[in-house]
Structures are given as C-alpha cells and as structure tokens.
Antibody, heavy 121, light 110 residues
Framework: EVQLVESGGALVQPGRSLRLSCAAS????????MHWVRQGPGKGLEWVSG????????GYADSVKGRFTISRDNAKNSLYLQLSSLRPEDTALYYC??????????????WGQGTLVTVSS | QSALTQPASVSGSPGQSITISCTGT?????????VSWYQQHPGKAPKLKIY???KRPSGLSNRFSGSKSGNTASLTISGLQAEDEADYYC??????????FGGGTKLTVL
C-alpha cells in the first residue's frame, strides 16, 4: 500500500524559511515523479511544484518560483520542499502527491494527508 | 499560468447524471492528453477519479467518465449517489513540468 507522510509544517513569521518533508513507502520511489500541492483555508487546490524520478525535470508554479525549491533523495525515499521568503498567502495545507509517470505530468494517483504551514506575525 | 475554469457549483438528484466542465487554453488542455479529475470530501485528501482525459483507475466506479473537446474537458457522473457529494477539481499538464488546477466545483446531491 502506498503511504505518503508529510512533516515539517509550522507557524512561521513572514520572510522566514521552512523545510517540508514527505516520507514515501509501499512503492518503488525512484520510478515515479513527485509533486507538492497546497490548499489554502477554504480554498481550492493549487499545484506548487513537481520533480521527475531522477530530479532531471523540475517545475514550479509562478506564485512560488524563485522562493521554493523542490528536491528528492531516492536513497531515503523522501521528497522535500524548501520554502523561503514566506508570505501570508503561502498559508495552506501542503500535500505530497505521487505521479503515475516518471516525468511530472499531473497524474496524482496517491496523496498524503498534508502538513499545515501558517505564515503570520 | 491561469487556473482552469470550472463552474462553482452543480447539483442533481439521486439517479440523475451531471456534467462538470473544465476550460483551459491551447497551451494546456488543448495541447496534451493529460487532464485528470479529483474528488475531495471535506477534511480529506483528494482522490483520483479520471486521468489522461478519459481513463479510470482500476477498481473505480464506471459511473465516472471523462471526455475532452478542444480546450474543454468534462467529467460526467451518472446514477448520482449521496456519497458523490463532494468538491471536484480538474487538472491539466501545462508543459515544462508544470500543472494547473481548476478552481473546483461543489457537487450537491439534492
């Protein structure tokens, strides 16, 4: 059974940084692309970033480009998201999602339960 | 990157069929056979219902079907059931390893 467990969410002040992690199990991690998707309070889903199986292809939403960095460690079956220069509008539940393909192609077939990031002074 | 356009809400009675539309552009929906649909119940993680425009994950109900014409994709749910009441989101690959979601549609089963 595929399991994705996010961690690292916290209450942080605007301008500060945070690192989210996603521990994956139940599948061959380095065979699939991975993504971060967020959902603000009472809002819809927003794709944040995706990374291919070998980190060779990476994409970001315009809203986070230059501030967030996605990475993965296939030896540790883990996905990461480094959040910098945080803004109040980054407040959201951040989901880790598995793609069904090796390249990030927006087919999210498994999701974690999310980790909450709150940006406030 | 602009979000895909979905109706804010749709409704239907048990047993009826409903269709949710998702409109994008020639740079996303119109360029790739990579539209997917997700169902989200309150407080829960989203669940994949349709991928690659019209394919169903194995084991999922055939009451859910997807289609696409030009820059618009559609999700049809037939034989509506109370448990189908949820939020539905479309998503499309948009090139250069990026993706776009729609704003979401709230389905009410009357």
């Amino acid at each position: 059974e595929v399991q994705l467990v996010e961690s690292g969410g916290a209450l942080v002040q605007p301008g500060r940084s945070l690192r989210l992690s996603c521990a994956a199990s139940g599948f061959i991690f380095d065979d699939y692309a991975m993504h971060w998707v967020r959902q603000g309070p009472g809002k819809g889903l927003e794709w944040v970033s995706g990374i291919s199986w070998n980190s060779g292809s990476i994409g970001y939403a315009d809203s986070v480009k230059g501030r967030f960095t996605i990475s993965r460690d296939n030896a540790k079956n883990s996905l990461y998201l480094q959040l910098s220069s945080l803004r109040p509008e980054d407040t959201a539940l951040y989901y880790c999602a598995k793609d069904s393909l090796m390249e990030p192609r927006a087919v999210f077939d498994s999701w974690g339960q999310g980790t909450l990031v709150t940006v406030s002074s | 990157q602009s979000a895909l356009t979905q109706p804010a809400s749709v409704s239907g009675s048990p047993g009826q069929s409903i269709t949710i539309s998702c409109t994008g552009t020639s740079s996303d929906i119109g360029s790739y056979n990579l539209v997917s649909w997700y169902q989200q119940h309150p407080g829960k993680a989203p669940k994949l219902k349709i991928y690659e425009d019209s394919k169903r994950p194995s084991g999922l109900s055939n009451r859910f079907s997807g289609s696409k014409s030009g820059n618009t994709a559609s999700l049809t749910i037939s034989g509506l059931q109370a448990e189908d009441e949820a939020d539905y989101y479309c998503c499309s690959y948009a090139g250069s390893s990026t993706s776009l979601f729609g704003g979401g549609t709230k389905l009410t089963v009357l």
